[in-house]
């Protein structure tokens, strides 16, 4: 008589993927599910609608319609509602503005604290899909939106983390140019490392790697990281001597 080896690895993972949400979710609470890793990515229908949603973005990004800005908050939302991880809230009116999206982890999510680094309670999202009726001309973020997205993050909500999500990305020939040095300076003004905030550019490149198979929380580490890494760098620099000798003569 034949013995009865079981469900591969493969089998069982595909199994669980096929359970509905809600119940994806229990077993994972209850440690029944290997691990953070295999939780992370896309499944291969999530993949699949994440390329049709990005392919209408592509295409409003060039429409006159007043109404494309529509199409990357789908996106977003698609991007965090897909993982068992977060929770997305609906649109929240503060006294002096309207934030896209934000996010917390969900009840799953906070089982896995400890690989998601979202520097507090909140994380949110911004969408800025400017677009031109060129594909060739980009339409950049500059420094007035990045000013009001840290004044949102610093006076509006108990979140650090914030992510501006574009095609065309942040202004700047550089690193530390235009908008893209704002977000530098913005997260070195504050010494304490609990007190730093983090402002993440997420462009068309962004969303191409995510088409490419690679995960969204692997992308938004790194970005974390990068800029971590930026500070570092600053912390270490000291006043030469000669500096003061120049400035007093």
């Known amino acids: 008589m034949a013995q009865d080896k079981g469900l591969s690895i ?25 691990s953070y890793e295999n939780e992370k990515a896309f499944t291969t229908e999530q993949l699949e609608e994440y390329k049709r949603l990005y392919q209408e973005f592509l295409e409003s990004y060039t429409s006159k319609s007043n109404t494309k800005g529509v199409y990357l908050e789908k996106l ?19 006294s002096t503005n309207e934030i896209d999206v934000l996010v917390k982890l969900s009840d799953v999510g906070k ?3 400890q690989y998601i680094d979202m520097k507090g309670q909140y ?12 594909s060739k001309k980009k339409k ?3 420094v007035t939106w990045v000013g009001k997205f840290c004044s949102l993050l610093l006076f509006q909500t108990n979140a650090r983390v914030g992510i501006l999500f574009s095609h065309d990305g942040l202004a700047g020939r550089g690193k530390w140019d235009s908008a893209k040095g704002l ?10 490392d609990s007190d730093k905030l983090y402002i993440l550019d997420f462009n068309s490149n962004d969303f191409e790697r995510l088409v490419n198979g690679e995960c969204f929380l692997d992308l938004f580490h790194q970005k974390v990281e990068e800029l971590e890494c930026d500070t570092n ?13 120049t400035a007093n003569s």
Do not use: M
């Open 10 to 34: 493969q089998q069982l993972q595909q199994l669980i993927n096929d359970l509905p949400l809600e119940e994806r979710n229990k077993l994972l609470i209850n440690g029944s599910i290997a």
């Open 140 to 142: 950049t973020i500059g």
């Open 183 to 192: 977000v530098r300076k913005f997260h070195y003004f504050k010494e304490a």
């Open 123 to 134: 994380l949110l999202a911004e969408c800025k899909n400017y677009g031109t009726e060129s």
């Open 76 to 94: 977003v939302r698609f991007i965090f509602q897909s993982s068992v991880f977060f929770t997305t809230l609906p649109n929240i009116h503060t």
């Open 233 to 245: 760098i600053q912390q270490n620099i000291t006043t030469h001597p000669a500096e003061n000798h």
């Open 111 to 113: 089982q896995y604290e």
